[in-house]
C-alpha cells in the first residue's frame, strides 16, 4: 500500500531532506520513525531536495507499507517519534502517487531591514544592513517569469541535465511591522536547479539597493559573475508541492 505525507520541518539543524553520510537529514529522521511504527524498514521518497538549512512548511514524500493503522492515523503515529523540529501535517492513502511528479513548487525567501537582529526571525529569514527598493526588486523579479537558461543562477556541483526551467511567478510582497520591514520574495515553477531561488533572491536585493540589473544578460551568457551574491539558506522556505490530481483534496487525515 502506498501512503502520501505532507511534513513541515525547521531545517536549521539538518544537512537537508535527502539522506547523507555526514550529517543529519530529515529523509533519515521520518524513515526511523517509521521503521519503529511499522517494525520494518521503510523508503520515503521526497518530492525533491531541499538543502542544508532550508526549512519546509509543505514538502511531500511517498512510502510503501503493509499496514493495519488508518492512514489519517499514520501521521500522529509518526509525530509521536520524531524530533520536535519535524512533523508529518497531514497522512493519506496514495495508491499510484509518486511525489517525485509535482506540477509545480513555490519557495518563499524572506529578509528583512531593521535596526538590529531580531532573535524570533534568526533561523527564518535574513537581516539586511542597506534598505532595498521594493518597487525596483518588483519590476526585476518579472524578469524571472517565463521560461529561460538559469545556468548563471546554479550553483556548482549540480547534476541536472538541462539548466533551462519555466518560472510561472515571481513576485517580492513587501510588510512593514512595529520593529522591521520584511520583503519575502514568492516563486513557482515546475523546477529549480541547485541554490537557483537564493541567487534569484541575491540579484533582487543587490538590484533592489542599486545594482544595475543584470538578469536578461546572465540569461544570455550564463555568467555567474553577473549577479548578486547567494543568500543564506536560512531565508529559504519551500512553501509547497501542487499535483495534478492531488492526493491531498478532499481527503481526511492529519494531526
Known amino acids: 500500500m502506498r501512503y502520501a505525507l505532507k511534513v513541515t520541518y525547521d531545517g536549521t539543524n539538518y544537512g537537508g531532506w535527502q539522506i547523507q553520510n555526514n550529517a543529519r537529514t530529515v529523509q533519515e529522521e521520518l524513515e526511523q520513525a517509521a521503521c519503529e511504527v511499522f517494525g520494518c524498514a521503510v523508503k520515503m521518497t521526497g518530492s525533491g531536495r531541499t538543502d542544508a538549512g532550508v526549512h519546509a512548511e509543505g514538502q511531500v514524500c511517498h512510502f510503501d507499507v503493509q499496514t493495519e ?29 509518486d511525489a517525485t511528479k509535482g506540477k509545480q513548487k513555490t519557495y518563499r525567501y524572506s529578509f528583512y531591514y ?32 517565463g521560461r529561460h537558461d538559469y545556468k548563471a543562477f ?12 519555466n518560472v510561472l511567478s515571481a513576485k517580492v510582497v513587501k510588510t512593514t511591522y512595529p520593529d522591521r520591514i520584511q520583503f519575502d520574495f514568492f516563486v513557482t515553477g515546475e523546477g529549480f536547479l541547485y541554490n537557483m531561488v537564493r541567487i534569484m533572491a541575491g540579484e533582487l536585493y543587490e538590484v533592489g539597493c542599486g545594482k544595475p540589473c543584470e538578469i536578461e544578460n546572465a540569461f544570455a551568457t550564463g ?18 508541492v501542487e499535483y495534478d490530481p492531488s492526493p491531498f483534496e478532499n481527503r481526511g487525515g492529519g494531526v
Not at 493503522?69 to 502517487?97: M, Q, Y
Not at 527564518?124 to 542597506?130: E, F, G, I, P, S
Not at 546554479?154 to 526551467?165: D, I, L, M
Open 69 to 97: 493503522i488508518p492512514a489519517e492515523k499514520i501521521a500522529t503515529c509518526l509525530n509521536l517519534r520524531l524530533p520536535d523540529d519535524v512533523r508529518v501535517i497531514t497522512s493519506v492513502r496514495a495508491e499510484g502517487f
Open 114 to 145: 531593521s535596526s538590529c537582529e531580531l532573535p524570533l526571525l534568526t533561523r527564518y529569514a535574513v537581516r539586511v544592513r542597506r534598505f532595498p527598493d521594493h518597487d525596483v526588486m518588483n519590476a526585476a523579479a518579472r524578469l524571472y517569469e
Open 154 to 165: 546554479c550553483a556548482a556541483g549540480s547534476s541536472a541535465k538541462t539548466s533551462e526551467r
Open 223 to 240: 555568467r555567474r559573475d553577473l549577479l548578486g551574491k547567494t543568500m543564506p539558506a536560512k531565508g529559504l522556505t519551500l512553501v509547497c
